[in-house]
């Protein structure tokens, strides 16, 4: 049996009131920053230098020129790409919230509505170092056979453990996360008494 987790629109969260810990994750490594500058000021380069030559030298550019038409269409093409895939590291966020009724997450822009796991959904949670590039092959959404991986940088997590499935969500402050989970299932635990 899988770990099943609830849709939740923003609009339904529970209060702030209610709120045990809030941590949003962004892609802000240097490398991963300077890899996309090289990777597309090299693509820049380039395709500066197909236009000028072609364009303003009238001078075919390569040895199967295409059409003028054709070569501004591609720069458009490959600068829309390059565009959005900078807008896609700007915006994607990891938001993971703890409240007394469970963990939310989303993984925005891949995700519309928070992630939910109720307590009564999982057998274990524990925190711990990971290898991202061995255990997943790197960070971002990954799976893998009975687990998921929701991680933006770093090494550390808490893991979600429900039978042999796993749920690992990334964290940039484990410790203050697992002080966060301790309070919201000891409140939990006590509700579920008074009310029972």
């Known amino acids: 049996m899988s770990i099943q987790f609830d849709k939740v629109r923003k609009s339904n969260l529970p209060p702030d009131s209610?709120?045990?810990?809030?941590?949003?994750?962004?892609?802000?490594?240097l490398w991963m920053w300077v890899l996309l500058i090289v990777l597309f000021g090299t693509q820049f380069v380039w395709i500066g230098f197909a236009i000028y030559?072609?364009?303003f030298l009238n001078e075919p550019w390569g040895n199967k020129p295409m059409s003028n038409i054709g070569l501004i269409f591609t720069v458009l093409w490959v600068?829309?790409?390059?565009v959005l895939i900078v807008g896609l590291f700007l915006t994607t966020r990891?938001?993971?919230?703890?409240?007394?009724?469970?963990?939310?997450?989303i993984y925005f822009p891949f995700h519309k509505?928070?992630?939910?796991?109720?307590?009564?959904?999982?057998?274990?949670?524990?925190?711990?170092?990971?290898?991202?590039?061995?255990?997943f092959?790197?960070?971002?959404?990954?799976w893998g056979h009975k687990k998921w991986a929701y991680t933006v940088s770093g090494n550390e997590c808490i893991e979600l453990r429900k039978g042999d499935y796993k749920i690992l969500v990334?964290?940039?402050?484990?410790?203050e996360f697992l002080?966060?989970?301790?309070?919201a299932q000891n409140l939990y635990i006590a509700e579920s008494y008074i009310n029972s």
């Open 170 to 175: 990334g964290t940039k402050k484990l410790n």
């Open 137 to 142: 092959g790197g960070w971002g959404i990954r």
């Open 94 to 105: 990891l938001e993971t919230r703890v409240y007394r009724d469970g963990i939310y997450f």
């Open 179 to 183: 002080s966060a989970l301790d309070r």
């Open 18 to 29: 209610e709120l045990l810990f809030l941590e949003t994750q962004k892609f802000i490594q």
């Open 79 to 82: 600068s829309f790409v390059m």
């Open 113 to 135: 509505k928070y992630r939910k796991i109720s307590w009564d959904q999982l057998d274990e949670i524990l925190g711990r170092k990971y290898r991202p590039l061995i255990e």
């Open 53 to 55: 030559q072609q364009l």
